[in-house]
């Protein structure tokens, strides 16, 4: 089983970016679980939420408190919330940061997800976009089926501009 | 027939769908919000033909959908918390009246102090309101035993209302592979509701919601508790008509790897999954342990859990609610039927993560009989 | 012995219930003091006068209330 932790703040999209990296997943034949913490409902809060893929029925309900993987929406919560919490010597980290460098200690990658959404999006909404580089780096889930998921998401124009986003993530990874 | 990737409170929207309720009465709370956003949407794009009721609470949603019950057709509502507080006066009015509807309640932690993460104490409250009270572990049985629920309350044998208590949070946000049964075996599963007791006809007046005098309430009182006690075979009868026609066995409790065992958790609702797995990881070690798990609270399935405990020497039973003074709810209703050491653990109030540590905790606690008989599980010490 | 529900299926089944059995005080009419206002028709909470004023004493529960009402004190409560 894979499981993945996403840390954000409320109104950034990390629980859709956790229900989506799941939807995607799932059309690629896994099995998936993704669910949320909410902290306090509040935007700008920081919130979790989770996603757990395999190929068997998921029966655990609880939290991820060793993720194999951490995708961070917003490196200002580095100094908010302990994100490399629980992780384990193969965990994966990956941070949407412009000048973030890793202690060394921890597999930490870096992307400009901010870049890409002020540059195509004309917004800092950077939940799809972290997920394309995801799936590039990870191979955990198709590009075809995150594409799919994220024009299923959000129909129409706003759809084909983040499909667009998450391309060019991809293409980064 | 689809699968899709969605929430319990989404599964439990496409239930309601699938048994075309006529009247909707619901008030949002968090966290059954959504499920109440689903039920708009499809009444405003015609996917169910309902009248969809906004009503500015939820003493009186639950009102609206005793009066719509009474006239004889089906209704579809859901609450939580507070929201099921505020109808614990229509409740006992409900099942008193015989209003065989379904209720679905996100089970949330009840105020004060303020919290909106999920525990069992909003259900666990009115248990003795005459209300079916069926728990569900995961957004597929959410979605199954809404349909269920149906068929078990508007048996001429039962004739109470039902109430669906899914985990707040745990499932009502949590997205998962859910399969959404096609409308056709839905129907034939499920026939349209056909009121025989009450129901509005100007050519056959009649007058519901009457005040009895003592030489009747008794009566009407004892009628009542003999529908919950037929309610157990209608329950059972109507699982086995599901699993013919879906496919999926469901039943008054499930157990899992109870015929050998020395130890039995027993829990109810989302909490069952992980335990399931808990018990698969000790029994790699060499434990003899199982699971009970208790879909049906009230009725509470005396036999059935008799036999699936026969063999086993003790009983750890997890609450996520307490009775103060004496003890989880199921624990107590264990303690005083089933004739085995049983323990008793609360845990996972507000919404405390409930981890596999915890379950453990709970089986090295009674492996080894626990100093209390209840234990709260994660308290911090400081 | 009780339908479900306690539902009554059997219209008008109230008038079993003859009421006039709780009255302590009994409304007599003194038809040469009524000026035909009709207040007592209007006013009976248990619908117990007719148009002629005629008082149903299977029914009325002896409230007073027609008394009360009477401009002309045509009504007097006497005791049963």
């Known amino acids: 089983m894979i499981e993945i932790r996403f840390h954000g703040r409320g109104g950034q999209g990390s629980v859709t970016a956790a229900e989506i990296l799941a939807k995607a997943a799932f059309k690629d034949g896994k099995y998936v679980q993704a669910f949320p913490f909410f902290g306090v409902e509040r935007r700008g809060a ?15 309900r609880y939290q991820i408190y060793n993720p194999d993987y951490v995708l961070v929406l917003d490196d200002g919560l580095l100094n908010v919330v302990d994100v490399f919490s629980g992780i384990k010597d193969n965990t994966e980290v990956i941070i949407n940061t412009q000048d973030f460098e890793g202690s060394g200690e921890h597999v930490v990658h870096s992307i400009d997800a901010t870049g890409i959404a002020l540059d195509l999006l004309g917004r800092n909404i950077v939940n799809t976009i972290i997920l394309g580089y995801f799936a590039k780096k990870t191979q955990l889930v198709s590009i075809e089926s995150l594409i799919e998921v ?14 667009e986003a998450t391309k060019k993530a991809y293409e980064m990874g | 027939m689809i699968r899709e990737v969605m929430t319990a409170n989404k599964a439990v929207a496409e239930a309601a769908r699938l048994a075309k309720p006529q009247v909707i009465p619901v ?18 794009d015609e996917k169910i033909d309902a009248k969809y009721v906004k009503v500015e609470s939820e003493h009186s949603a639950i009102s609206a959908a005793v009066g719509a019950s009474a006239t004889g057709v089906r209704v579809f509502t859901a609450t939580s918390s507070q929201g099921l507080m505020l109808m614990h006066e229509i409740l006992f009015a409900a099942a008193g009246m015989r209003t065989p509807f379904v209720l679905a309640d996100a089970n949330r932690a009840i105020s004060a102090p303020l919290n909106i993460w999920n525990d069992q104490q909003d259900s666990i409250a009115q248990r003795d309101a005459g209300w079916l009270q069926i728990y569900v572990e995961n957004a597929q049985e959410a979605l199954d035993t809404t349909l269920m629920a149906y068929k078990i309350s508007e048996n001429p044998k039962v004739l109470l209302p039902s109430m669906v208590c899914l985990d707040g949070f745990i499932l009502t946000h949590t997205v998962e592979p859910v399969e959404i049964p096609d409308q056709e075996p839905v129907d034939e599963f499920l026939p349209p509701y056909k009121a025989e007791h009450a129901f509005l006809d100007p050519k056959n007046p009649m007058s519901i919601g009457n005040l009895a005098d003592p030489d009747y309430y008794l009566e009407a009182r004892h009628d009542m508790q003999v529908a919950m006690e037929n309610s157990i075979e209608v329950i059972q009868q109507t699982c086995d008509e599901f699993a013919e026609i879906f496919g999926r ?32 990881q000790l029994r790699e070690k060499g434990e003899k342990v199982g699971l009970l798990k208790i879909r049906a609270y009230r009725p509470f399935p005396v036999e059935a859990i008799d036999e699936a405990v026969k063999n086993c020497d003790k009983l750890a039973v997890i609450d996520k609610n307490v009775t103060f003074g ?18 008793g653990f609360i845990a996972g109030l507000g919404g405390r993560d409930i981890t596999p540590e915890a379950i453990f905790e709970v089986y090295e606690k009674t492996k080894n009989v626990p100093e209390k008989e209840v234990t709260w599980i994660g308290l911090k010490e400081d | 012995m009780v339908n479900i529900g306690c539902v009554i299926t059997t ?11 709780w009255r302590t005080f009994k409304p007599i009419l003194d038809k040469e003091k009524c000026i035909d206002c009709d207040n007592c028709i209007v006013f009976c909470p248990d619908s117990s006068v007719n148009k002629q004023h005629d008082i149903d004493y299977d029914y009325c529960k002896g409230c007073g209330i027609c008394a ?12 049963e």
Do not use: W
């Open chain 1, 46 to 60: 920081p919130v979790m939420a989770f996603t757990r893929i395999d190929d068997e029925p998921i029966e655990l």
């Open chain 1, 150 to 163: 994220i024009k299923e998401t959000f129909p129409g124009k706003i759809g084909e501009l983040n499909a």
């Open chain 2, 27 to 44: 008030y949002p709370i968090t966290p059954q919000t959504t499920i109440s956003e689903y039920l708009a949407q499809y009444v405003a």
């Open chain 2, 249 to 280: 066995k469901y039943g008054l409790v499930e157990p899992y790897k109870t015929e050998d065992a020395e130890i039995i958790f027993v829990a109810m609702g989302s909490l069952c999954s992980t335990i399931r797995v808990i018990v698969d």
């Open chain 2, 326 to 343: 004496i003890g989880g709810a199921l624990y107590t209703d264990i303690k005083a039927k089933i004739h085995k050491d049983a323990y």
């Open chain 3, 11 to 21: 219209p008008g089944s109230s008038k079993n219930n003859k009421t006039g059995s």
């Open chain 3, 68 to 79: 009360h009402e009477c401009p002309s004190d045509a009504i007097e409560m006497v005791k």
